[in-house]
């Protein structure tokens, strides 16, 4: 199962009304998170579960929810986390 696919399912825990991700990692050929085999990805996600909630909460959530994905598949993380009302 490839890396996108498993933070689709694992994002799903926050219940998202549209998950966008990209991959940027051919973009860091040479780099060494790269090297690591770790890759560097885009995400626009937007759930309801980030209302009320700053800045900071809302990447924690979404750590929490990649879980030991963000520790050895993924290497750097562009993050845009928005709640409805936002979009």
């Known amino acids: 199962m490839n890396i996108e696919t498993q933070m689709r399912e694992r994002l799903a825990a926050l ?3 549209s998950v966008e991700i990209g ?3 051919a973009l ?3 780099h060494a998170g790269a090297a690591g085999g770790g890759g560097h990805y885009t995400l626009r ?3 309801a579960q ?4 700053g800045r900071v909460a809302r990447h924690r959530l979404v750590y929490d929810a990649l879980g030991s ?5 993924i290497h750097a993380l562009a993050l845009t986390a928005l709640a409805p009302d936002e979009v």
């Open 15 to 17: 219940e998202p009304r």
């Open 45 to 47: 996600i937007v759930s």
């Open 23 to 25: 991959d940027d990692s």
């Open 50 to 53: 980030f209302s009320q909630q």
């Open 28 to 30: 860091h050929a040479g």
């Open 69 to 73: 994905l963000m520790q050895h598949d």
